[in-house]
């Protein structure tokens, strides 16, 4: 408990990037995490096969629609965070994924056409929840953001989202060499060397800063639930 989930039906939106690098996080941090890789093409096990992957942080693989639900219920059980990386459609697969999580994050880059497919996200979850009959909390959050966006701007758009009654995390993840280096070197960002990717410390400061805004969505919707 509890269980993350990225979703988009966008390919190449940042869902696998951040799933990443929010487990590896809280793995170096000490907590048993499971990384369930819901996507048949494996992105999250072929890192895992790279060096460097923390004895902390398993990746459970071969996920289908016939099992995901049987595997996050497991998984939760078994690990202090779940974190599910999914194909970048709109499948069963993906709304059963849905079904069990605690918190659905949508990462979405600053464009309309990012905006339209995020709000197909959104539609997803709430089909999802009538579908059950529970709420199932997310939020949005900008992805490969440039590192000297002005939170003026920020917190602008941040505020109109909130307004049609989409959450939006209180962090923007940046664009960073580092989150792309992981892929090609293995482990998490606390294991890069400056010979792997340049400006390591503001890319943990952002990641940090990243998951507290998620511990706080997650805190918030506990709370709303009680
Ligand atoms: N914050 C970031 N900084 C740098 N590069 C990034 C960042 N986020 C994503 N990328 C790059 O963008 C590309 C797509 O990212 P990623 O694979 O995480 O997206 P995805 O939503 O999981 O895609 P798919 O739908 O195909 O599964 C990758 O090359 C990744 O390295
Ligand atoms: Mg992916």
């Known amino acids: ?134 709420p199932v909390p997310f939020a949005l959050f900008f992805n490969r953001v440039s590192a000297v966006i002005q939170p003026r701007t920020f917190r602008h758009i941040r505020a109109e989202f909130e307004t049609a009654g989409l959450p939006v995390l209180n962090c923007l993840l940046q664009e960073r060499e580092a989150y792309r280096a992981i892929f090609s070197f293995g482990g998490t960002v606390g294991g890069l060397t400056t010979a792997q990717a340049s400006n390591l410390g503001a890319a943990k400061d952002n990641i940090a800063d990243f998951a507290k805004a998620v511990m706080a969505r997650l805190r918030q919707t506990a709370v709303a639930a009680q």
């Open 1 to 134: 408990m509890p269980v993350i989930s990225f979703v988009s039906p966008k390919g190449g939106v940042g869902k696998t990037t951040s799933a990443v690098l929010l487990g590896g996080l809280l793995a170096d941090k000490g907590a048993p995490v499971s990384m369930i890789d819901a996507d048949p093409n494996q992105p999250v096990s072929s890192w895992a096969q790279l060096p460097g992957r923390p004895e902390n942080l398993r990746v459970i693989r071969d996920v289908t629609q016939d099992t995901v639900m049987d595997v996050i219920e497991e998984e939760a059980r078994r690990s202090t965070f779940v974190i599910c990386d999914l194909e970048g459609t709109a499948s069963l697969t993906v709304s059963y994924a849905v079904s069990r999580s605690d918190l659905v994050l949508i990462p979405l880059q600053g464009s309309h056409l990012d905006a339209a497919q995020a709000a197909r996200a959104v539609k997803l979850v709430k089909s999802t929840e009538k579908a059950i009959g529970r």
